[in-house]
């Protein structure tokens, strides 16, 4: 690191072990400060030392409970802001209400834009983040946003495994730039599952758009929630003669009854990353989860030096 700057990293209670790691992998503690709560439940943020021309990242996933981890985000900000920061980068790994980016029917939120303008007005001055339900979302904001992708940390997995006869599958055709990439590194063919959705939640598979015989098939999403639509797509692509299916997803909300869908169905494996911790009752054997913070400490490496975070994934 450069002499004359310093550079800082704070956490929230959202993923602290993560925190941990990237602190790990830069060889920089985590700033001393205190992110609890008063008597009343309001969030109280105290920080420890100085942080006065710092450039400060602070690395908080808006996950579960959603509303208090992004209001710690906006108050550590807010804090930081004050004691004079030089540079605000929040790191947030999963970006709640990414679902909500657009309006489908009247009297809609576009909640995805409101979480844009409070990170703003917090004083943000740029985000890093990963996997974006949808890419437009980055253009809801008028400050530098760095949008990362797990395919590679996941596609190396997949192929350490040295699989045979691999098939990239989409389980929708939203997804098939994502299916596209990790194709791409592992020189496999794609599939794409064709789905519909009655209602919210629930998803219907309505066909399958390539071979699927005799085939090891590698699903990639980016969120699996309920993993309705994921076991539900992975049985369809049994039905359709695929001899094994794995799973690849960035961020495990894993809302109830996901576990107990993931351990009785077809799925051989679930890769995850740690956008989200993974509790231990979570944890069950099917289940296989990467971390993310060496490409978390490497884009804030090249964020204080100044340098690309683009050619990472070149």
């Known amino acids: 690191m450069e002499r004359g700057r310093r550079i800082t990293l704070l956490t929230g209670n959202a993923n602290p072990v993560l925190a941990r790691e990237v602190a790990q992998h830069l060889g920089i503690p985590l700033c001393e400060a205190h992110v609890g709560r008063f008597n009343n439940g309001e969030i109280q943020v105290m920080i420890d030392e100085s942080v006065r021309g710092s450039d400060v990242f602070i690395i908080q996933p808006t996950t579960y409970p959603v509303n208090d981890n992004l209001m710690e985000l906006?108050?550590?900000?807010?804090?930081?802001?004050?004691?004079s920061a030089r540079n605000i980068t929040a790191v947030i790994p999963y970006y709640a209400y990414a679902r909500q980016d657009r309006k489908t029917r009247g009297r809609e939120p576009i909640s995805a834009k409101l979480i844009a303008d409070l990170l703003q007005?917090?004083?943000a001055t740029r985000v890093i983040t990963m996997d974006l339900h949808a890419g437009q979302i980055q253009g809801f904001f008028n400050i530098p946003v760095d949008?990362?992708?797990a395919v590679p940390t996941l596609a190396k997995y997949i192929q350490d495994k040295k699989l045979q006869d691999v098939v990239v599958v989409s389980p929708d055709l939203g997804g098939v730039t994502r299916a596209r990439q990790m194709a791409d590194i592992l020189q496999a063919p794609i599939a794409i599952i064709e789905k519909r959705?009655?209602?919210?939640?629930?998803?219907?598979?309505?066909?399958?758009?390539?071979?699927?015989?005799?085939?090891?098939?590698?699903?990639?999403?980016?969120?699996?929630?309920?993993a309705g639509s994921l076991t539900e797509g992975a049985k369809a692509l049994a039905d359709r003669g695929a001899k094994v299916v794995y799973?690849?997803?960035t961020h495990p909300v894993l809302s109830p009854p996901a576990i107990e869908r993931i351990r009785t169905s077809v799925i051989t494996e679930l890769i995850v990353t740690n956008t989200i911790p993974v509790s231990p009752e979570k944890c069950i054997s099917k289940i296989r989860?990467?971390?993310i913070a060496s490409l978390l400490g490497e884009v804030i490496t090249?964020?204080?030096g100044d340098r690309s975070v683009s050619t990472l994934f070149d």
Not at 211 to 222: L, P, R, S, W, Y
């Open 74 to 83: 906006l108050i550590m900000i807010d804090a930081v802001k004050r004691a």
């Open 121 to 123: 007005t917090a004083g």
């Open 147 to 149: 949008h990362l992708v």
């Open 197 to 226: 959705r009655p209602q919210p939640g629930v998803a219907e598979v309505m066909s399958v758009i390539g071979n699927m015989e005799g085939k090891t098939a590698v699903i990639i999403d980016d969120i699996v929630d309920t």
């Open 247 to 249: 799973a690849c997803c």
């Open 289 to 291: 989860v990467l971390s």
């Open 302 to 304: 090249r964020i204080y």
